[in-house]
Nanobody, 116 residues
Framework: QVQLVESGGGLVQPGGSLRLSCAASGFTSSIYAMSWYRQAPGKERELVARITRVSGSTNYADSVKGRFTISRDNAKNTVYLQMNSLKPEDTAVYYC?????????WGQGTQVTVAS
C-alpha cells in the first residue's frame, strides 16, 4: 500500500504562485510515476502533470505548460507542483496520484482557489 498526503493549497490572487507538496509513505520504492490531477466543480478530474520516479521524465497538460513545474525528491518520497502565473480557471481540488504496478493511489486532495 501507498499513502499520499498533499499540502500547500490555499487562496491566491491571479498571477500569484503556490507550491503543492505530496508526501508518499508505505511501499514507495516500487512507485513508477507520480502525478497531479485536478477537479473543478462540475468538471471531470484531469491530469495536470506527471513525473516518473527513476528517470524524472515529465509531461504536462497543455493548459499549464510554461506555468507549472512538477519535480520530485526521491530521498524524501515527495513530489512537488510549482504553480506560477495562476489563473482563475486553475481553481480546483488538486489530487496527488501514485502508480505502483497495476495499482493507483490517491491523496485526499487540497483546494486551490485563484481569485481576487
Amino acid at each position: 500500500q501507498v499513502q499520499l498526503v498533499e499540502s500547500g493549497g490555499g487562496l491566491v490572487q491571479p498571477g500569484g504562485s503556490l507550491r503543492l507538496s505530496c508526501a508518499a509513505s508505505g511501499f514507495t520504492s516500487s512507485i513508477y510515476a507520480m502525478s497531479w490531477y485536478r477537479q473543478a466543480p462540475g468538471k471531470e478530474r484531469e491530469l495536470v502533470a506527471r513525473i516518473t520516479r527513476v528517470s524524472g521524465s515529465t509531461n504536462y497538460a497543455d493548459s499549464v505548460k510554461g506555468r507549472f513545474t512538477i519535480s520530485r525528491d526521491n530521498a524524501k518520497n515527495t513530489v512537488y507542483l510549482q504553480m506560477n502565473s495562476l489563473k482563475p480557471e486553475d481553481t480546483a481540488v488538486y489530487y496527488c496520484n501514485a502508480n505502483r504496478f497495476s495499482n493507483s493511489y490517491w491523496g485526499q486532495g487540497t483546494q486551490v482557489t485563484v481569485a481576487s
